[in-house]
């Protein structure tokens, strides 16, 4: 998963370094940090209001789709007291989950939580809501999950002894190079394949200990082989070993080696451990316009689109250029990821609805078409097993190689 890139990743990887964290906090005020029971649920047309009568660890939400729910996890929370409904809220309910609660806001139209925050004493969380139109909704059900965290109080804790915590901080990666390229003719197609996540971001866990950043590596060299074998493609990997790129960085290796296509492995997470299945995300709209403003007010544009500089031309010649390579590349970008999902269906697991879209930073290439393709859910026993094993990453590697060689054929014959 990523950070700005898996919807989901990094956002995984906070949330647990944010429940030790709480779980911390509890221990130096000597008191539990969540034992909070909903005593109120406050819907209003723009925000949702929850009470508890003692703070709670962490809080997460994410929006789901047919029908259009609005999901609240709370860690170290209990279910309460009923809440009126009112505002895009049709019905409330709530149950208990894990180590905490799940409340589930049934939806009349389209909303979207768009921020959250705990009160100074942990003890009310209030969530921003906007309702959107069924496009904007469908884009945030993909883009997966906000976490919150309530504030820290280590005052009690002052006036007994004096703490301190060190957590330290990765240095900052040096400078990448460009990787080994893996076949001999110039004339044939480069794919660049990046395993997600490495050295000190490991990605998601398993329960097994299994890490997302080891499976990422294992899977992405078995596409390398598969596609080096078939010798119609060159190929090169972001990285051979443990280590971390920065995600701008993976995909701009990809566009200095002249890439025709870019593919970002990863392995998905969810809490049900009965999620399962390979999905293939693409660049959102709003993701695209946002990149696309951001490349057109660069000062120095020589390097925006690989071949054509852009600093000869005026602001508004370097917009439509930009625009028209990006649109251009967002549609080879989807149709392959329709391509590979369908090519993998028989040989993995593949979700009904695999093609998704998303603000992920690692696809945010102009001029590359650019796909993130969860392999399956590291959360799943037998998914897990699957990315774990030789023979399912072959079967992985034989679905890529499948759409690659098809991806390529059409677009040759469109030429």
């Known amino acids: 998963m990523l950070l700005g890139w898996t919807p989901a990743s990094p956002a ?79 019905a409330v309910r709530q149950a208990v989950r894990g180590e905490g609660a799940r409340v589930v806001f049934d939806l009349t139209r389209p909303a979207i939580v768009t921020s959250g925050r705990f009160s100074a004493d942990g003890t009310a969380l209030t969530l921003e809501l906007r309702t959107v139109d069924d496009a ?8 997966g999950r906000m ?38 003719d110039d004339d044939r197609p480069l794919v660049v394949i990046d395993a997600g996540h490495g050295g000190h971001d490991p990605g998601a ?44 960085d993976r995909f701009e290796i990809a566009r200095k080696l002249g890439a025709a296509l870019f593919i970002s492995v990863h392995c998905d997470a969810a809490h049900s451990p009965d999620a399962t299945g390979a999905s293939v995300y693409t660049l959102s709209e709003i993701a695209s316009d946002k990149e696309a403003a951001r490349l057109a007010a ?12 852009l600093g000869t031309q005026n602001r508004d010649v370097s917009s439509i250029l930009i625009d028209l390579t990006q649109r251009e590349t967002m549609n080879a970008s989807a149709k392959f990821a329709r391509l590979l999902g369908r090519e993998a269906q028989g040989l993995i697991p593949v979700k009904a609805n695999y093609h998704r ?21 590291i959360s799943n026993e037998k998914d897990a097993a699957l990315l774990n094993s030789a023979d399912g990453r072959r079967r992985i590697a034989e679905g890529v190689s499948r759409a690659v060689a098809i991806h390529f054929a059409t677009r040759m014959a469109a030429r």
């Open 147 to 184: 976490s919150f965290l309530p504030p820290f109080s280590f005052a009690r804790a002052a006036t007994r002894h004096s703490y301190s915590v060190s957590v330290p901080v990765p240095p900052r990666p040096a400078a990448y190079k460009l990787p080994r390229i893996y076949g001999d």
């Open 12 to 90: 995984r990887h906070i949330a647990r370094v944010s429940f030790f964290l709480a779980l911390l906090a509890g221990w130096l005020t000597g008191a539990p940090s969540w034992a909070g029971t909903i005593r109120d649920i406050d819907v209003q047309s723009n925000r949702i209001v929850v009470q508890f009568d003692e703070r709670v660890a962490q809080a997460s939400s994410f929006v789901l789709a047919g029908p259009n729910r609005i999901a609240l996890d709370l860690i170290g929370a209990r279910p309460g007291v009923r809440a009126d409904v009112g505002g895009p809220v049709q």
């Open 136 to 143: 904007r909704f469908a884009r945030a059900a993909a883009e």
């Open 205 to 248: 866990i398993s329960s097994e200990g299994l890490q997302e950043k080891d499976l990422t590596l294992k899977v992405a060299k078995a596409i390398r082989d598969e596609l080096a074998g078939s010798g119609r493609v060159r190929v090169a990997l972001t990285r051979e070993d443990d280590r971390y790129l920065l995600h701008r």
């Open 357 to 377: 879209m998303a603000s992920l930073l690692v696809l945010k290439a102009p001029d590359v078409p650019s796909i993130l393709f969860e392999t399956g859910y």
């Open 298 to 309: 660069r000062e120095n544009k020589s390097d925006i689109l690989s071949g054509v500089d």
